[in-house]
């Protein structure tokens, strides 16, 4: 048995458990934890981390990264093991991935729990994970030192090997790793200068591809338990609605079928498999007790949003005197905006086995949010949180919806197993992930806006109306200030603009469509208002809208920075376009990276045609330029499907859309040419998941204008207006 | 019972002739590689080869797999193209979350089969039938062109 460092009962088994399969080294390590700068507001300085535990050093030189943020394809199964390998100065060759556990010691450095989202993987890693790479190199180097007799100082660390050149020796950290477990922890861990970086900041290939090219790869659904059975449920086919009586004669007598079961959130079929349990389900006979949600139909809620875009709101932000900006304006123009319900509809549908047993339930399954779902768990199964054990998958996407603040699938997995009592694997069909809600909000928008005589914005008013996200969730507290939920009115409320009287106002309706973050959560409809309306205001000012955007944007920001980078690349009022195309324009901060975008479009036969995207981007440090190309790639088609295609409406409460067929994500061949340009930068690193998505659906729709001078201010765009 | 060749292997199933043959290769023989997004043949991610050619296994029944030959993701390293395909993936490191890669990877590798220098319109057509909401299509074409552009081997 190795000498493994453990502060933490609770930690014991686990890393027990590791050693004993490897050997060797495992980190362990008592931090005081510095917080990026984008959560320096959340952070309570006093706060004292547990014992991390991120890596594993083998005899055999591998070193195995234990990473505890979800893979759902944003790279951070390469993004993180590469900023720890860099200062642990491994081989980067020898690297393995494994996912974590659920253990406070993996919580987010800024969130306080484990949980992947808002883009912060990188940003609230960035110190943590460098440092842990760090006190390993220096514990190596140390049992290195001591082993030969040296001083630490003459010693380096290069490959996974320690040196001392005085000498020629040389000893690989596998060999060393037993007795640098036993030494106590490194009082000062000081970090690389980034010039010094030989990994962060090279393009380097993903970890995970090789498994996602084989076939190797496992996600959630991709998991046999021995004994499993297949679950599908028939759930309410309107929201918040639930089951008054149900007859499932004909569904038992279904080859392969196990039982029929009354569960919370409907009538689940436990079969054989996938094709029994669906064919089963198809065969029960339910009577809904459907509730208020049958009210609700997409064209009467656009009209009642509308209406209450006209109404005074929550104020999220003002400044100057917004009615004296009016009176004194040279020209005045207003809008409304219309953006609908989207799913997220990742390409694997939503699915959860569980394994629950009178003492321990162990849960496999692509989550984002394990800690949040891990309680919900426990509580449906009467255990402690500790007694449940989440095994994270890779996620077939992820995009927000696999971190439910209500835990909406795992909790429901969770309730079925109690009622089964075997172990279970629950699979959502395409349509009941379709229609299985939780949503990006249905918003409606109302903007008045004014220039003075020299063009320039006097006055812009800007009213919101949308659910919140958060209402009614755990996070309710941290995310709802004064009565305004900050994700409803982000890149709203923030605003960059230089308008002397400005006002932001918001209405969040309540509804029994549950709503959810989709990729860049309220950006994905702030960008597209308020950078068609700057556009509009643009023309009205009769003003280039480039030189328009640099001229009221604050000096020296980082939007000016991407913008006009954006517009270099891509020789905005230089080239000559082909007959027929035009460029269109939008910047956009979001968790905190900039992004400009320009988009080259043209109409063939009255429908939108992308031919381009040149993104410019600055992210702060780059930890691996290839993956924030793959991101900008990523975020600019998922923002595209939803621009051209993308809704979910409601009829009599039921969700009209059901597949690929009728909710249509965008298609090989409309897909754009994607440059990205990355702005150099020594600065802390932001997000880049989710930024490349809120410019582009603004736009297209602004080199729409340029093409027809038609405004386009509903989502997704009404291509038939265009004919 | 129906009995077909899995990657080279005789496999016997005894599943209802009408289950899709998706629901088989997962279901019955645990083999995962191959993936379910939509079962209504719209998205591609369940793309496996029926005799050679690519087809959807959603909505393929096992029956029409009788007697023949299924080549899934796990089995596609078996021919010279399949491994200069899967090479080309890992060198444009194409897949983002991965799901619908297997699909892609079927689809690409039935399309250079039949046409080893394909065009980029024979690429797109070919290709349009599977979805990746990460939007890999980009380095999906480029993987592709690569693997066409291997000099003179047996494919």
């Known amino acids: 048995m190795n000498d493994i460092t453990v502060f933490d009962e609770s930690r014991r088994q686990f890393m027990k458990g590791s050693a004993a399969l490897v050997g060797g080294l495992v980190i362990s390590f008592y931090l005081p934890m510095k917080v990026g700068r984008a959560y320096a507001a959340e952070a309570r300085p006093e706060q004292v981390y547990p014992p991390n535990a991120f890596i594993r050093i083998a005899r055999d030189n591998s070193i195995t990264i234990v990473v505890n943020k979800s893979e759902m394809g944003q790279g951070v199964y390469t993004s993180l093991p590469m900023m720890l390998a860099e200062e642990l100065e491994a081989d980067w060759s020898r690297i393995n991935i494994e996912s974590a556990p659920v253990a406070a010691v993996y919580n987010h450095t800024g969130f306080g729990m484990q949980l992947t989202g808002g883009s912060t993987s990188v940003a609230s890693s960035w110190e943590q994970l460098r440092r842990v790479g760090a006190m390993g190199r220096i514990l190596l180097v140390r049992a290195a030192a001591q082993k030969w007799g040296v001083p630490e100082s003459e010693c380096r660390a290069e490959y996974s090997q320690v040196r001392h050149d005085g000498s020629g020796r040389s000893a690989s950290y596998g060999a060393l790793a037993d007795a640098a477990a036993k030494l106590p922890m490194p009082v000062s861990v000081p970090l690389k200068d980034p010039k010094d970086f030989k990994l962060i900041g090279k393009p380097t290939k993903r970890l995970d591809t090789p498994a996602k090219v084989n076939g190797s790869a496992q996600f959630g659904l991709d998991v046999y338990l021995p004994d499993m059975l297949t679950v599908l449920i028939a759930r309410s086919p309107v929201f918040g609605g639930k089951v008054k009586s149900f007859d499932a004669k004909k569904a038992r007598k279904q080859p392969g079928v196990r039982g029929v079961y009354q569960v919370p959130t409907g009538v689940a079929v436990a079969a054989t498999g996938f094709w029994p349990a669906r064919t089963a389900r198809d065969l029960l006979e339910i009577e809904w007790d459907e509730g208020p949600g049958a009210a609700l139909t997409t064209t009467k809620m656009r009209a009642d949003y509308l209406a209450l875009a006209k109404q005074p709101g929550a104020v999220a932000r003002t400044e100057g005197d917004i009615a004296k900006g009016f009176a004194d304006a040279h020209q005045y123009v207003s809008a409304d905006y219309e953006l609908p319900y989207l799913a997220h509809a990742a390409m694997e549908p939503l699915n959860v086995v569980v394994d629950l047993k009178p003492n321990h339930c162990s849960i496999w399954t692509g989550t984002q949010a394990q800690t949040m779902d891990r309680a919900a768990a426990a509580k449906v199964a009467g255990l402690k949180p500790e007694q449940v054990e989440i095994h994270t998958t890779y996620l077939g996407g992820g995009f927000g919806r696999r971190a439910n603040p209500r835990s909406d699938f795992v909790k429901e997995a969770v309730q079925v197993a109690k009622a089964i009592k075997k172990p279970i694997k629950v699979v959502w069909t395409r349509e009941d992930d379709m229609r299985g809600g939780n949503y990006r909000p249905m918003w409606a928008d109302h903007i008045e806006a004014a220039i003075a005589e020299d063009g320039s914005p006097l006055a812009w008013k800007h009213t919101i109306v949308g659910q919140s996200i958060v209402a009614d969730t755990p996070l309710e507290g941290m995310l709802v200030k004064n009565g305004i939920d900050v994700t409803s009115v982000e890149g709203a409320a923030t605003l960059p603009y230089v308008i002397p009287n400005l006002q932001v106002e918001l209405h969040s309706p309540k509804n029994a469509v549950p709503v959810q973050w989709w990729r860049s959560v309220g950006h994905s409809h702030t960008a597209f208002v308020v950078e068609t309306m700057i556009d509009e205001l643009a023309y009205l000012a009769k003003q280039d809208p480039v030189t328009y955007r640099l001229d009221i944007l604050p000096i020296a920001s980082h939007y000016r920075k991407v913008l006009q980078l954006a517009a270099d690349k891509a020789g905005w009022g230089k080239k000559q376009l082909p007959a027929g195309h035009a460029y269109g324009v939008a910047v956009h901060q979001s968790f905190g990276s900039h992004v400009a975008e320009i988009a080259e479009v043209s109409l063939e036969d009255g429908r939108i045609r992308v031919h381009r995207v040149i993104a410019a981007v600055n992210c702060g440090m780059v930890i691996n330029p290839d993956g924030v190309r793959q991101q900008v790639e990523s975020g600019i088609v998922y923002g595209l499907s939803a621009a051209l295609h993308g809704a979910i409406t409601l009829q009599d409460g039921r969700v009209v859309q059901s597949n690929f067929n009728d909710y249509a994500p965008l298609r090989f061949s409309e897909m754009p040419q994607v440059e990205v340009h990355i702005v150099e930068s020594s600065e802390h690193p932001s997000g880049i998941g989710e930024p490349g998505t809120p410019p582009i659906a603004p736009a297209v729709a602004n080199a729409v204008f340029a093409l027809t001078g038609k405004r386009l201010r509903r989502m997704p765009f009404d291509q038939e207006s265009l004919v | ?155």
């Open chain 2, 1 to 155: 019972m129906i009995s077909f060749k899995l990657n080279g292997n005789n496999t016997r199933v005894d599943a209802d002739p009408g289950t899709p043959l998706l629901w088989v290769i997962r279901d019955h023989l645990h083999l995962t590689g191959t993936k379910y997004g939509c079962g209504i043949a719209q998205c591609g991610a369940c793309t496996v080869h029926l005799d050679g050619a690519a087809i959807r296994s959603c909505v393929t029944p096992v029956s029409s797999a009788s007697g023949r030959n299924v080549t899934t993701i796990e089995g596609l390293a078996e021919t010279s193209l399949g491994k200069a395909v899967q090479s080309a993936w890992r060198d444009v490191d194409v897949p983002q979350c991965g799901y619908c890669q297997s699909g892609q990877i079927m689809a690409a590798t039935a399309l250079l089969r039949g046409n080893p220098h394909p065009s980029e319109a024979q690429i797109a057509a070919a290709m349009e039938g599977i979805l990746c909401r990460c939007g890999t299509y980009n380095r999906v074409r480029a993987a592709i062109l690569q693997a066409a552009a291997q000099p003179g081997e047996g494919k």
